[in-house]
């Protein structure tokens, strides 16, 4: 089992995931669609195991900058 930091957002009119500790990312109609799309995507990407690259957990926070 792997722990992958998984931050799930709006975008328009679809919910994106995106694996920070990965190259993955996926989208739903909702945060839960998203979610599930991105844990089949990553299932399928740790299937072939010579060419990952994981890196250590981002302990991702969330900040909101106004500029």
Do not use: C, H
């Amino acid at each position: 089992m792997r722990t992958i930091d998984v931050v799930i957002y709006r975008d328009g009119d679809y919910w994106t995931a995106l694996a920070l500790n990965v190259e993955v990312s996926s989208f739903g109609s909702s945060p839960e669609e998203a979610r599930d799309a991105i844990k089949e995507a990553l299932e399928l990407y740790f299937e072939d195991e010579d060419s990952l690259v994981i890196k250590e957990s981002v302990q991702p926070r969330l900040e909101q900058i106004v500029v």
